[in-house]
C-alpha cells in the first residue's frame, strides 16, 4: 500500500515537472571557428540560446599563443561584459549595461581577487564605447538583424571588404 501511494505521488511530481518546464524553451549552442586572416590567430566563439534568445556568448581570440576571453550574459535589457585580456584566465573587468536605459556599471579586478569600481571617466569611455560600436554595426549590418545571423553578417561585410581592397589595388596598377 506505501509503495503504491509512493509511487503515484512520484508519478504526479513527474507530470506536474514536465507541465511547468513546457513554455520553456529548450537551450541550444552555436560553435564558431574560425582562423585570423594571414595566419594570424585563431577565434572560437560559442554562442548559447534560449529559444531565438542569445543568453551567452563566450569568445576566445588567441594570437601568438596568447588567449584572450570574454564573455558576454544577455538577459533582459541587460548585458553583462566580462574580459579576461593578459591571457592568465583570471577576468580583469565586468561591465553592466541596461540597453534600455544606457545605464553603465564596471567594475575591475585586482591581484588579491577584489574589486573596484570604475571611476567616472573610465566609465563616461566605456559607455561612448558600447554606443559607437553599438551604432557602427547598426548602421553596417542594418536594424534588426538576428543575433544568430550577426556572425554571417559580420563575415560577409569582411568578405566585401577584402573585395573593395583588391579592386583598390588593381586599380592603382
Known amino acids: 500500500m506505501k509503495i503504491g501511494a509512493i509511487l503515484i505521488l512520484l508519478c504526479s511530481l513527474a507530470y506536474a515537472a514536465e507541465e511547468k518546464t513546457t513554455d520553456i524553451p529548450e537551450a541550444n549552442r552555436k560553435v564558431v571557428d574560425r582562423d585570423l586572416p594571414n595566419g594570424k590567430g585563431h577565434i572560437h566563439a560559442e554562442i548559447f540560446y534560449r529559444g531565438k534568445t542569445r543568453v551567452l556568448q563566450i569568445d576566445q581570440k588567441t594570437v601568438a599563443g596568447q588567449t584572450k576571453t570574454e564573455r558576454i550574459f544577455a538577459l533582459g535589457d541587460v548585458t553583462v561584459y566580462e574580459t579576461e585580456d593578459d591571457g592568465e584566465g583570471r577576468f580583469r573587468s565586468v561591465?553592466?549595461?541596461?540597453?534600455?536605459?544606457?545605464?553603465?556599471e564596471g567594475f575591475v579586478g585586482k591581484r588579491d581577487g577584489t574589486a573596484v569600481p570604475f571611476d567616472a571617466k573610465a566609465l563616461a569611455t566605456t559607455k561612448e564605447q558600447l554606443e559607437l560600436w553599438s551604432s557602427f554595426w547598426s548602421?553596417?549590418?542594418?536594424?534588426?538583424?538576428?543575433?544568430?545571423?550577426?556572425?554571417?553578417?559580420?563575415?560577409?561585410?569582411?568578405?566585401?571588404?577584402?573585395?573593395?581592397?583588391?579592386?583598390k589595388a588593381q586599380d592603382h596598377k
Open 95 to 104: 561591465i553592466l549595461f541596461n540597453d534600455k536605459t544606457k545605464q553603465i
Open 139 to 167: 548602421e553596417t549590418l542594418g536594424k534588426g538583424v538576428p543575433t544568430d545571423k550577426f556572425l554571417e553578417a559580420a563575415k560577409a561585410l569582411q568578405d566585401k571588404l577584402k573585395d573593395s581592397e583588391k579592386r
